[in-house]
């Protein structure tokens, strides 16, 4: 086995029971330093990617995400997911062809969303939606990789958080070949369950983005797997923000005490 197939390994077993936390680090600095605190895996996030080159979020290129792939799983031993946003293409067979170059790039799962863009039908078609999860499957298994899919719904992010047709789509994304399901911005514990249960035995991803549940409490409520997507980074850029705006405002420096030995994490 090369490295790459005793990550993707690892990250089946990590999927196989329990419950893991798989945080996302937006460089090669974050990664490293939070493979150093011990957590098992890990998953890139396109926002704090996009926030990096100073644009939005899904404003990054195929070639960006590819090459930030490449760049973190190289830099960590750990397996790492990739938020493969939509598969930077509608067409399935497009969908697909990215999905094999991103399964070349060292990582050990990604994620395909089912987010249109379009302010006014938000969601692709619910048809279209399972045909691009299919292909996914279908280039994972071409690859002979087995990295892990993830099947995304995004209902409650693109604003039509509607629990059973959140749902609906998580089970047929489950039939259509995705090995994880994962609807983010869910914040009802009530909705959790509803999920674990209607897609059962597969494992459910939970984004904790918002103090509104503990792991212990995702656990119990059988969630295998946490992430935090955008939220270290945007964490990072809050305390970065106060401070230079601080400066700017008042022309102080008072954020500048107690502050992290940063290069005691890599002087070493």
Request: proline letters at 4%; charged letters at 25%.
């Amino acid at each position: 086995m090369n490295v790459q197939d005793d990550r993707i390994a690892e990250f089946r077993r990590l999927h196989s029971a329990g419950c893991f936390v798989m945080p996302n680090p937006w460089d090669v600095g974050s990664a490293r330093a939070l493979e150093q605190m011990g957590f098992k895996a890990l998953a890139t996030t396109s926002a704090g990617l996009a926030w990096t080159l100073g644009r939005a979020d899904n404003q990054t290129t195929l070639e960006q995400t590819l090459e930030h792939l490449r760049v973190i799983a190289d830099a960590v031993n750990v397996p790492v997911n990739a938020d493969f946003q939509g598969g930077f293409a509608v067409d399935p067979r497009h969908v697909a062809a990215n999905v094999k170059m991103a399964a070349d790039t060292g990582i050990a799962g990604l994620s395909i969303e089912d987010s249109s863009g379009d302010e006014v039908h938000p969601l692709f078609d619910f048809g279209l939606a399972v045909d691009r999860v299919a292909a996914a499957r279908r280039a994972i298994d071409e690859s002979g990789t087995g990295i892990i899919l993830t099947g995304r719904s995004e209902g409650f992010v693109c604003g039509r958080p509607d629990i059973d047709e959140t749902i609906r789509r998580l089970r047929a994304y489950a039939e259509a070949g995705a090995d994880c399901l994962y609807a983010p911005r869910i914040e009802s514990l009530e909705h959790v369950t509803a999920i674990v249960s209607a897609v059962s035995p597969k494992p459910v991803n939970l984004l904790i983005n918002a103090p509104f549940c503990t792991v212990a409490e995702a656990e119990r409520l059988g969630v295998r797997r946490i992430s935090v997507g955008g939220t270290l980074a945007r964490t990072a850029w809050g305390g970065f923000l106060q401070a230079a705006r601080e400066i700017a405002d008042d022309g102080t420096f008072s954020r500048f005490e107690r502050l992290p030995d940063v290069e005691a994490l890599f002087g070493h």
